[in-house]
């Protein structure tokens, strides 16, 4: 079993920066992504970006390229989501994943584990 936290959420200002965080304790060897989901109210669960067990293999989804940067340290089995230029519509839910199969990243079903979320709110 995997246990993800995940913390850093909060309110923000159109324009400002957040950086989340997710600590995975359990069954964390062997993992292969980790990666974040988001989910705005009414809307379905979106991709955001996943890493590699190596770091070597970044993905992004199209809406958060360029603001967004997702690093992991393997050592202290955490991984993180500095998110820049925060939209309005950035404002969501934000899950940290992980799985232990290679497979497509942005898929959610290959993930096996996830976190209970932390809430991002960006308003002025």
């Known amino acids: 079993q995997v246990q993800l936290v995940e913390s850093g959420g909060g309110l923000v200002q159109p324009g400002g920066s957040l950086r989340l965080s997710c600590a995975a304790s359990?069954?964390?060897?062997?993992?292969?992504?980790m990666g974040w989901f988001r989910q705005a109210p009414g809307k379905e669960r979106e991709f955001v970006a996943s890493?590699?067990?190596?770091?070597?293999?970044?993905d992004y989804g199209d809406s958060v390229k360029g603001r967004f940067t997702i690093s992991g340290d393997n050592a202290k089995n955490t991984v993180s989501l500095q998110m820049n230029s925060l939209k309005p519509e950035d404002t969501a839910v934000y899950y940290c994943?992980?799985?232990?199969?290679?497979?497509?990243?942005?898929?959610?079903?290959?993930?096996?584990?996830w976190g209970r979320g932390t809430r991002v709110t960006v308003s002025s």
């Open positions: 890493i590699s067990w190596n770091g070597g293999m970044t």
């Open positions: 359990g069954r964390t060897f062997d993992w292969y992504y």
């Open positions: 994943v992980q799985s232990k199969r290679q497979g497509v990243p942005t898929s959610p079903s290959l993930y096996e584990s």
